[in-house]
């Protein structure tokens, strides 16, 4: 026998409306409460419809909002394509995605498409741009208000997100600082490149990679610390300044941000082959680097899967209620150097 909603408020004492809420992942339920109904639902063995809700959301998608850093950024490219497989999978129970291409460098225009995309009645929202005490209010008032949001590659720490889902960050960091160890003398002056410490993903790989030399008993000196915002000019420009103004400097670490920048400015001084580099991810210009090796080694982090199961992930929750078993969901990272292509 079917088991129904109905059944299940009764049994609760709560009203339908409540435990509609409860078991589908929305917010404004009491956690006693919530427990209370999950409890019960669990006794009576009860399974959602969801050939009635694939029919629903057929007619009615369900709409997520896609928050990322501008589109020039080519390593989200194969984020895309990973929300994209994901979409294209289940286009016949209903989805709609819109992607938003907001400001890297202030969190104003990411906090107000939060806010639109709620008021506009979003069923969920993916996100990965700052960490920033506005985008976490708005991503808790989101929360409040029953839309839930997860963040992939770059996580809002202390927020009420459902999930983070990508790259153990801090450990990427401390894996740079020991391969960086193991290519240079002991107290090698090191610079390391970042976009933008007011990203989580950014600002864990550079305390990662500090972390990491401490643990090596400060094998390394590292002398600056350089934010490139993810722009080639800005990026190639610091790093001619610094090269210029250190001629023993041994190593950078490109903790994010444009690595064909750093391949340019080492070129330009001549620099290229004697400054080691450890880099993050698979890009075209960092493949080259690697087989001109320019780069050492680059340590690869599967962003098209961070795309895909953040997606899975959210739709599974508003679909079926289906809340996820941990706060944070890491890909696999794998370690490249020249030999591997």
């Not at 210029?244 to 340019?264: F, N, P, Q, W």
């Amino acid at each position: 026998m079917t088991v129904t909603i109905r059944e299940i408020a009764e049994r609760a004492g709560v009203s339908r409306g409540t435990v509609d809420r409860v078991l589908n992942g929305r917010e404004r339920v009491k956690p006693e409460v919530r427990e209370k109904v999950l409890a019960i639902a669990k006794q009576l063995n009860y399974v959602p419809n969801l050939a009635a809700k694939a029919l629903a959301f057929s007619k009615n998608p369900v709409r997520f909002g896609i928050i990322m850093p501008p589109e020039e950024i080519r390593f989200y490219d194969e984020i895309r394509s990973g929300i994209d497989e994901a979409a294209e999978e289940l286009k016949d129970l209903g989805i709609r995605l819109d992607y938003y291409y907001v400001d890297n460098t202030s969190p104003e225009e990411a906090a107000q498409t939060i806010r639109q995309l709620v008021q506009s009645g979003a069923n969920g929202i993916l996100f990965s741009v700052m960490d920033d005490q506005l985008i976490r209010t708005h991503i808790d008032q989101a929360a409040d208000l029953g839309v839930p949001v997860v963040t992939f590659n770059s996580d809002v720490e202390n927020s009420r997100r459902v999930c983070f889902v990508g790259q153990d960050l801090q450990k990427s960091g401390r894996v740079a600082a020991g391969l960086m160890c193991s290519v240079t003398k002991p107290q090698a002056k090191v610079a390391i490149v970042t976009g933008n410490l007011r990203f989580h993903a950014h600002r864990m790989r550079v305390e990662g990679f500090r972390q990491g030399v401490l643990e090596r008993g400060g094998q390394l000196d590292i002398i600056q610390t350089v934010e490139g915002f993810d722009r080639y000019t800005d990026t190639y420009n610091q790093l001619i300044q610094l090269l210029e103004e250190h001629t023993d400097l041994t190593g950078i670490y490109m903790a994010t941000g444009s690595v064909k920048a750093c391949i340019d400015a080492l070129r330009q001084s001549g620099r290229e082959g004697t400054v080691r580099v450890v880099c993050n991810d698979l890009l075209p210009e960092i493949q080259q680097g690697l087989q001109e090796r320019i780069i050492d080694f680059t340590i690869v982090q599967n962003p098209k899967q961070q795309g895909y199961r953040a997606l899975r992930i959210l739709y599974d929750l508003i679909f079926t209620g289906k809340h996820p078993e941990a706060k944070h969901y890491y890909t696999e990272m794998n370690i490249c150097i020249p030999e591997s292509l």
